[in-house]
């Protein structure tokens, strides 16, 4: 059911700059703010960036995020490899009163 | 600081209603502003989300389970509950609670239940 769309899979070196895209719609992040969430597999979700392009405390800065228009960006700058895990961009959706949609998830593999 | 747990049971038959409740530590649900989640990820799946109830009462569900789903909150015991009615096998998930700030993001969330559906 995710109607934000990510690409399945990113890798790069350490040390190398990683971004991940996330596709959506005039009804959802054309109008809403993105929250992008880290999953190391088998551990529950954890927040990464809020507001668009928001670090919670204790975020490395190494993480930011971005959105233009129906589309969002989540950029990790000198890739490390604790930052191998499935990243998920999410937002609401005002087209059916009020959805929480996650996008398809992208698996980041730190080569 | 907030921690959440979810518990329930792990295995529920065809056709029977699951039912999880998500402990809230460190602070009172009914504080804060905050709502309070559910959501699932099916075995090596995304993220599906499937609903919130407000510090005020007030829920709001995902539209494709709706007709199956209740959330509700138990003030004095400082929990939330989910019931999903009607299992089948496509409800075998791991299942989270998290908080969630309308500004912020789910910024806490419990260590997931995995929940078969299996006769």
Same mark, same amino acid.
């Given at each position: +059911?995710? &109607?934000? @769309? ?12 990683? @971004? ?8 959802? !992040? ?6 992008? %969430? ?20 204790? &975020? ?9 228009? @129906?589309? /969002? ?13 499935? *990243?998920?961009?999410? /937002? ?8 929480? &949609?996650?996008? @398809? ?7 | ?32 502003? *905050?709502?309070?989640?559910? !959501? ?9 989300? !499937?609903?919130? !109830?407000? *510090?005020?009462?007030?829920?709001? *569900? ?31 998930? &791991? %299942? ?5 700030? +309308? /500004? ?16």
């Amino acid at each position: +059911q995710s &109607v934000l @769309t990510q690409p399945p899979s990113a890798s790069g070196t350490p040390g190398q700059r990683v @971004t991940i895209s996330c596709s959506g719609s005039s009804s959802n !992040i054309g109008i809403n703010t993105v929250n992008w %969430y880290q999953q190391v597999p088998g551990t529950a979700p954890k927040l990464l960036i809020y507001s668009n392009n928001q670090r919670p405390s204790g &975020v490395p800065d190494r993480f930011s995020g971005s959105k233009s228009g @129906t589309s /969002a960006s989540l950029a990790i700058s000198g890739l490390q490899s604790e930052d191998e895990a499935d *990243y998920y961009c999410a /937002a609401w959706d005002d087209s059916l009163n009020g959805l929480y &949609v996650f996008g @398809t998830g992208t698996k980041v593999t730190v080569l | 600081q907030v921690q959440l747990q979810e518990s329930g049971p792990g295995l529920v038959k065809p056709s029977q209603t699951l039912s999880l409740t998500c402990s809230v530590s460190g602070g009172s649900i009914s504080s804060g502003g *905050y709502y309070w989640s559910w !959501i699932r990820q099916h075995p090596g799946k995304g993220l599906e989300w !499937i609903g919130n !109830i407000h *510090y005020s009462g007030s829920t709001y *569900y995902n539209p494709t389970l709706k007709s199956r789903v209740t959330i509700s909150a138990d003030t004095s015991k400082n929990h939330y509950s989910l019931k999903l009615t009607s299992v089948t096998a496509a409800d075998t998930a &791991v %299942y989270y609670c998290a908080r969630e700030d +309308q /500004a912020y993001g789910m910024d806490v969330w419990g260590q997931g239940t995995t929940v078969t559906v299996s006769s």
